[in-house]
């Protein structure tokens, strides 16, 4: 069974860091893509940031460009997700997700199937 596990949320001013992980368990990952996906008070899920199988390729929301970064350890199961310059309209809850099929490379939100139980992030003004 497929477990993820995030860490690393919680309250930031304005304009300061946060590094969110996701430790993955249950089987091998590394021929997965794996995400970041968050939702807001009284929103839709949104996509944040994907990252293929190998790592080589990386998608971020225009949102998340030029601040966030994704990156993976395949040796540890374990996606990352560094967060600079928060601003308040990232508050929202950050969930990790593995894709459904096997070398998916892409953003989609109905291509992850697995998902973490999500945490927090709240940026205050």
């Known amino acids: 069974q497929v477990q993820l596990v995030e860490s690393g949320g919680g309250l930031v001013q304005a304009g300061g860091s946060l590094r969110l992980s996701c430790a993955a368990s249950?089987?091998?990952?590394?021929?997965?893509?794996m995400g970041w996906f968050r939702q807001a008070p009284g929103k839709e899920r949104e996509f944040v940031s994907t990252i293929s199988w190998t790592g080589v390729r990386t998608y971020y929301a225009d949102s998340a460009k030029g601040r966030f970064t994704i990156s993976r350890d395949n040796a540890k199961n374990t996606v990352y997700l560094q967060m600079n310059s928060l601003k308040a309209e990232d508050t929202a809850v950050y969930y990790c997700?593995?894709?459904?099929?096997?070398?998916?490379?892409?953003?989609?939100?109905?291509?992850?199937?697995?998902w973490g139980q999500g945490t927090l992030v709240t940026v205050s003004p």
């Open positions: 249950g089987r091998t990952f590394s021929n997965y893509a």
């Open positions: 997700a593995v894709s459904r099929d096997p070398y998916y490379s892409g953003y989609a939100v109905t291509a992850f199937a697995s």
